[in-house]
């Protein structure tokens, strides 16, 4: 029995995009949580409760955008080129968020600055992802093997929905891990955001849900055809999380709800696969279409193979290491 290897860089690539969004999407939210905070002391524990972490979340980043490069080159090709715009402006926020991130430490003057700059980089990243993602469900112009839209054709009303929906959602897991991490004031706080965020992202997963069909036929096809049934159980396992979210938020469980908060975010990701599956240039190239050679793949695999094991050893041992609240004087960055 020969080996799928285009499916098996497929689920490789798809893990390493899921895993950054939900590692980076807390320390995300907790930037764009930042100018909410109650002063210096707030603020200071909130970055050191991410400091051991943060910079470690984004090597999923890397290894998703180098995965997909090596294994689909085609399909690499024609979304950058179609998403350049929004690709380049999240760099640059990722770039200088990390920049006034670690300025922001040693500032004795300008403090207000690299404060405002943390907050920025964190809120445009985090838009500029929910917009490629919108752009995504919508459908990407392409013709003779390649890119056929215009400069902007990422940006429109829905992309925009989506875009929002997903600071909605980050700020849902920042305030999740914040409650985890943090006591007093603090926790109070996170709770508070995390009840307000909680409901506005269910909103906004309503809304999305109900446009998606009229922006994307594959789509509408997929939610309400004749496989609607084997599509049924992922808007009831958004209503079921939804009310475990609310109710740990009502109740004070600081884990059930960072987790339940994890399990939207899962839902809506196996949501978007099933309605894009198996397009990666959605509604025109299959991954399997637009996977490099045999030869390629299989040379490229053990090298991910030892590579994601290695990754994931590190980060579990990173969070291990520095579980349990944050006091005041962080972990000495």
Not at 5 to 20: D, E, K, N, S, T
Not at 46 to 66: C, F, K, Q, R, Y
Not at 157 to 183: E, H, M, N, Q, R
Request: net charge neutral; with cysteine; glycine share 12%.
């Amino acid at each position: 029995m020969s080996i799928d290897l285009p499916l098996i860089w497929g689920m490789l690539i798809a893990f390493a995009v899921f895993a950054y969004v939900v590692l980076d999407g807390f320390d995300l939210g907790i930037g764009i949580l930042f100018p909410f905070l109650g002063g210096e002391d707030e603020r200071n524990r909130a970055m050191n409760s991410i400091a051991p972490v943060w910079d470690g979340n984004e090597t999923w980043l890397v290894l998703g955008g180098g995965g997909l490069f090596a294994a689909f080159p085609e399909a690499y090709s024609v979304l950058m080129t179609a998403f350049y715009a929004p690709v380049i402006a999240m760099l640059l926020a990722l770039v200088f968020r990390g920049v006034a991130f670690e300025f922001r430490f040693m500032a004795k003057r300008g403090k207000r600055f690299w404060t405002a700059g943390f907050f920025a980089g964190s809120l445009m990243a985090a838009l500029c992802q929910g917009m490629m993602l919108g752009a995504f469900v919508q459908g990407i112009a392409f013709e003779d093997g390649r890119y056929a839209g215009g400069w902007f054709d990422w940006f429109s009303p829905f992309s925009l929905l989506t875009g929002a929906a997903v600071v909605c959602g980050y700020s849902l897991l920042g305030a999740g891990w914040l409650a985890i991490k943090t006591d007093g004031p603090l926790a109070d706080f996170a709770f508070r955001i995390a009840r307000l965020a909680g409901v506005v992202t269910l909103v906004a997963i309503v809304a999305v849900s109900a446009l998606t069909p009229l922006v994307a036929p594959l789509a509408a096809e997929r939610w309400f055809g004749p496989q609607m049934l084997w599509h049924a159980p992922a808007p009831i396992a958004v209503v079921v999380l939804g009310a475990v979210l609310l109710r740990a938020i009502a109740r004070r469980r600081e884990l059930t709800l960072f987790l339940s908060g994890l399990g939207l975010f899962a839902t809506c990701y196996i949501g978007f696969a099933l309605s894009k599956y198996p397009y990666i240039i959605p509604d025109h190239v299959t991954f399997r279409a637009a996977a490099a050679d045999e030869a390629a793949l299989a040379f490229l695999l053990p090298g991910a193979l030892v590579l994601i094991p290695i990754i994931l050893g590190y980060t579990a041992y990173a969070y291990w290491v520095f579980r349990g609240k944050t006091g005041h004087e962080g972990y000495g960055h």
